[in-house]
Each structure stands twice: as structure tokens, then as C-alpha cells.
């Protein structure tokens, strides 16, 4: 998973896959994830508030009013 820093708003985002290099640069490797699900892996969703201008991540499908569900980012291993 990618560290991407937006040009204008310095906001910080995740992703496996590269994004719009007009608007984001890529920095280093944050961490690994899994692209597929296997056996034990749960999903990561990717969260945007529009009014805050943030990105949140869990694995909840939903977390509360305001935030809109971009959809699914990679899948990782639970904290046991």
C-alpha cells in the first residue's frame, strides 16, 4: 500500500493501485495488504468526508452520517 500526498490540499491517502499523478504524488511503500481475500483476511474499506476533507479506514461497511464509502481498499489480517 502506497502513501499518496494530494498537491493542493496536502491530504494523505492509501492505496494499492496509483492514482491521478496530476492531483496525487506518490511517496514511499506505507505497509503491506493483501489485493485478494485469503483464508483469516478481512476487507478494508476507504472512507471520505467531504466536509472535513478526510479519508478513514476500517472494516465497518458503514460509519456514520457524513462520511461517503468509497469502497474496498485491500484486505488484511484482524488484531488478535
Known amino acids: 500500500v502506497y ?22 504524488e506518490k511517496k514511499e511503500t506505507a505497509f503491506y495488504a493483501l489485493n485478494d481475500s485469503i483464508s483469516g483476511s478481512i476487507p478494508i474499506y476507504r472512507f471520505y468526508h467531504k466536509i472535513d476533507n478526510d479519508y478513514y479506514y ?23
Do not use: C, M, Q, R
Open 3 to 24: 502513501k499518496f500526498l494530494h498537491k493542493i490540499d496536502s491530504v494523505f491517502l492509501y492505496a494499492i493501485d496509483s492514482l491521478n499523478s496530476d492531483v496525487w
Open 58 to 80: 476500517t472494516s465497518k461497511g458503514s460509519i456514520g452520517e457524513g462520511w461517503n464509502n468509497i469502497g474496498l481498499e485491500f484486505y488484511a489480517f484482524p488484531d488478535k
